[in-house]
């Protein structure tokens, strides 16, 4: 009888061993898918456990502390960033005036006599005021991009007409540079849901780019599958201007003048309409890809 006994006795201990292991498991399932939807999503909402547990509860608890240090931590960062942004596009516009009003008055200066020295010294704050003013215009597009609040509308669009219309708006810069581009583009349309403004202005930034960075030349390359791919050489790029490329304030050394910003607010305009960015580098080449997201 006594062994009987102590069988029964050692079978309840395992199945209440067994449900409070499977009580835990869940609790830390919930825990975990918690978790992972509070760090996904911006809610405020903490973890709730359906287990009475008090060691799976007070795990829970020290996690939903940290979720509120983190919500503060977010919020404050999301309203300091947000003024940043405001205070760099309002600094930008409001220097656009000043500057406007220095080349203008530069350019009556030119029509008086002036010594070689003196015109000299005009034709270098000229430029100075030039580069300041197109760091200007920059920096208010790379905060209106980066900014969460940018007006944006996806209507029906061909990349096609896009990019031919962004090669136009280039042309004379293209010309003065003695560069023909090499187009490559299928004939029916590739046609895509986006914000077009967005588009033509990525297809612009990377246009100017080979502009100032290129050796000459220029190869355009529309895949049927909505990838375009810019390309031109640059022999003196290394490995480490190709990884920064896309950073805030990165220029090339052999390149002209550059505010560093043009692809910068080409990486921000990419992740606005959910389009794909990247740079490879090979045979003295450096290409540039924006893959479209599917129709």
Request: charged share 25%; hydrophobic share 45%.
């Amino acid at each position: 009888m006594l062994p009987w006994l102590l069988c029964l006795v050692l079978l309840a201990a395992v199945i209440a061993l067994w449900v409070k292991m499977r009580m835990l498991q869940r609790a830390f399932d919930e825990i975990a898918e918690g978790m992972e939807e509070r760090l996904d999503e911006d809610t405020n909402t903490l973890l709730s456990l359906s287990t009475r547990d008090p060691h799976a509860r007070g795990l829970a608890s020290a996690l939903n502390r940290q979720l509120r240090q983190l919500r503060a931590e977010r919020r404050r960062y999301q309203n300091g960033d947000r003024e940043l942004r405001e205070t760099v596009a309002g600094v930008s516009h409001d220097l656009r005036t000043p500057l406007t009003a220095i080349l203008g008055y530069l350019e009556l200066l030119e029509r008086e006599e002036l010594s070689d020295n003196a015109r000299r010294y005009a034709a270098v704050i000229a430029a100075r005021a030039e580069f300041m003013r197109d760091l200007t215009d920059e920096l208010f597009a790379y905060s209106l991009a980066r900014s969460p609040d940018r007006p944006s509308e996806a209507v029906t669009v061909s990349v096609n007409a896009v990019l031919e219309e962004s090669l136009a708006a280039f042309y004379t810069q293209l010309t003065a540079r003695g560069i023909t581009p090499e187009v490559s583009m299928p004939e029916a349309p590739v046609i895509r849901n986006t914000d077009p403004a967005a588009l033509g202005r990525i297809f612009q930034n990377l246009i100017s780019n080979a502009v100032k960075y290129s050796q000459g030349d220029l190869k355009l390359v529309l895949s049927p599958a909505g990838a375009v791919t810019f390309s031109n050489r640059a022999p003196a790029m290394t490995e480490l201007e190709l990884s920064r490329l896309f950073d805030r304030f990165t220029t090339v050394r052999a390149a002209r003048p550059s505010t560093g910003l043009g692809l910068a607010t080409t990486k921000a305009l990419c992740g606005s309409i959910g389009a794909g960015l990247d740079a490879k580098y090979g045979e003295g080449r450096l290409s540039v890809t924006v893959t479209m997201p599917p129709p």
